[in-house]
Nanobody, 115 residues
């Protein structure tokens, strides 16, 4: 079972930027897709962005033009560059990896957007 470890979260002011990283213990090209989800207090977990093995990306409408998902196979890591952050982006962000019927989640990392 692969392990995923997120890093890069924290407190940022509105309009600021953060880059999240998700380091995988397995080769990231082993997975059919990887992505980022988030869960705000009192809300359900929602998809933020995904990238499949072919490099095709997908974003939730609310982050399009602000967030970018990318990957580096040399270090088995995916990233989420978050620009122009808004208070409504505040949430715990989770990394997810899927292969066949198996899904692996990271432990989550807090992002707080506040002045």
């Amino acid at each position: 079972q692969a392990q995923l470890v997120e890093s890069g979260g924290g407190l940022v002011q509105p309009g600021g930027s953060l880059r999240l990283s998700c380091s995988s213990s397995a080769n990231i090209f082993f997975f059919n897709d990887m992505g980022w989800f988030r869960q705000a207090p009192g809300k359900e977990r929602e998809l933020v962005a995904t990238i499949n093995v072919g490099g095709v990306t997908n974003y939730v409408d609310s982050v399009k033009g602000r967030f970018t998902i990318s990957r580096n196979g040399a270090v088995n890591t995916i990233y989420l560059q978050m620009n122009n952050l808004k208070p409504e982006d505040t949430a715990v962000y989770y990394c997810r990896a899927r292969v066949m019927s198996r899904t692996t989640w990271g432990q989550g990392i807090q992002v707080i957007v506040s002045s």
